[in-house]
């Protein structure tokens, strides 16, 4: 029922029957869902006998700080209390329910399926078949389609999450498929494809590339990767210069909406100057002077609405859970079956999300919490893996010696996480013990702390990472 839940609420959060069908629209349906996930969450595991465990990733650490943060440096954190714990309470409660390879596999499969019946929503409505009112948004952006949707009722939003079928499609239904299932898979991209043409979104154009081409290389040898890269640079201009409005590209500067961006950017530049924890979740609002009127101007940028709203500190922590997540998706090296398939999908999904938080503002939208709860689960799974195939090959010595031997070996937690991603995820026992003994369930012990909590190269990558963001916003403001 656990994991019923946490799929009902990922197929909400997308398609978003409260907002297009008859006795639903307006009906509150997120809150109930949420309250019957936690109580079969709970009830799940006291049936099975076990604790909940709700910190066994780095991810699980990263959430929960974002959390505190979120909460502490509001004006009103009573009201940033109430309105932030549905986001974090869904993490928490996908990644319980997401508690084996196969149920992570079918949850992204049923995240292909909703994104993909987003695009046959927008598909449909070209041919007289319209459930959410997408012409009438499509009238209003000028010919440009939209959905009618709170999510989707922009252009660009709709592009940048249609577009993410690609690589989806690509990894659950054709990488090392039968014949039958590649065949869906390019059914799947023309659809795909089809949509984000009539969308005319620009960026949706430039991250789905980029998502596609690191996802493809991601396990490749190094060779591959260059030879890959370089040809993705020297040809991908050509081919997206093909797509709709991308030949704006070169003429920016005079673009209204991009200099009216630039222009909500200086001011959140302002606000995140001005106080190094920002002004507060969801408090960051743009106005600029346009034709003798005050207009209220969106950011399109997740970055830039957390930089403002939660300052340098706040921006460290959101841009440390994408590092978190990436290292989670490299540390175990090559993995097999649908452990690889679910890693690369995940991967796709973390990459498309950190390059579309440029151009779209969804920087708090429950899509972060669920991808990364996906990981998260992801990690735990690896780590008992380890755990498992440690313990099934005891080698008996004395207490006393083993013992000793893991007072000497024991492992420090900043060495267990900065290794090299070839090394797997657990550091190797002292020689001559195994999984059955004192010693080596101590050993297993002390790795899956250290492999739980954030380390301080982690706290010094995401600082890199803030810093880097800062530099590429200050740059754009500079040279655009």
């Given at each position: ?5 946490v ?10 029957p ?18 019957v ?10 049936n ?74 927008g ?13 009438a ?54 659809i ?98 346009w034709?003798k ?17 939660l ?65 998260s689960?992801?990690h ?73 909590r ?27």
């Amino acid at each position: 029922m656990d994991y019923f839940t946490v799929v009902l609420i990922l197929l909400i959060y997308y398609i978003r029957p409260q907002d297009w069908v008859p006795g639903l629209i307006g009906v509150g349906i997120v809150s109930p869902v949420m309250i019957v996930a936690i109580v079969t969450m709970i009830m799940r595991a006291k049936n099975e006998g076990r604790k909940l465990q709700f910190f066994r990733s780095p991810l699980d650490f990263g959430m929960a700080a974002f959390f505190a943060l979120i909460v502490v440096t509001h004006p009103d954190p009573s009201g940033a209390f109430k309105g932030a714990l549905p986001l974090f309470a869904f993490y928490f409660v996908t990644v319980q329910a997401l508690d084996s390879v196969e149920r992570l596999r079918k949850y992204l499969m049923f995240w292909l399926i909703a994104v993909t019946t987003l695009a046959l929503f927008g598909l449909l409505s070209k041919f007289g078949i319209d459930p959410t009112g997408a012409h009438a948004m499509t009238v209003a952006n000028k010919g440009r389609l939209a959905l009618g949707t709170w999510m989707h009722n922009n252009p660009n939003a709709l592009g940048h999450t249609v577009i993410i079928i690609v690589p989806l499609a690509y990894f659950l239904f054709f990488w090392k498929q039968s014949i039958s299932r590649k065949a869906v898979a390019i059914a799947l991209w023309l659809i795909a494809f089809e949509v984000v043409q009539l969308t005319e979104s620009k960026g949706a154009v430039v991250s789905g590339f980029g998502v596609l081409v690191l996802a493809y290389i991601l396990g490749k040898s190094k060779l591959v990767q260059i030879l890959v890269l370089m040809v993705a640079f020297a040809g991908g201009g050509a081919v997206m210069s093909l797509m709709p409005r991308m030949s704006e590209m070169s003429n920016l500067r005079s673009d209204e909406g991009v200099q009216g961006r630039l222009l909500a950017w200086e001011q959140a530049r302002t606000a995140s100057r001005n106080s190094f924890t920002g002004q507060g979740w969801k408090t960051f609002k743009a106005n600029i002077r346009w034709q003798k009127m005050t207009l209220p101007k969106a950011t399109h940028s997740g970055y830039v609405q957390v930089g403002a709203e939660l300052g340098p500190v706040g921006l460290t922590v959101y841009v440390g859970l994408f590092w978190l997540g990436l290292r989670s998706l490299l540390r175990p090296g090559r993995l097999e079956g649908d452990e690889e398939r679910c890693r690369r999908v995940l991967f796709a999904l973390l990459v498309g999300f950190a390059l579309s938080n440029w151009m779209i503002d969804r920087a708090y939208h429950m899509e972060l919490f669920l991808f990364m709860a996906g990981i998260s689960a992801f990690h735990r799974l690896q780590v008992s893996k380890s755990s498992n195939v440690d313990a099934a090959e005891p080698v008996h010595v004395p207490v006393g010696m083993a013992t000793s031997l893991s007072r000497l070996w024991r492992p420090q937690p900043v060495l267990a996480f900065s290794g090299s991603p070839s090394l797997g995820w657990m550091v190797p026992h002292p020689p001559g013990l195994g999984g059955g003994t004192t010693a080596s369930r101590h050993a297993v012990s002390i790795t899956q702390t250290s492999s739980s909590r954030p380390s301080l190269l982690d706290v010094a990558l995401a600082c890199a990472g803030a810093y880097a963001v800062f530099g590429i916003w200050d740059y754009i403001l500079k040279n655009l």
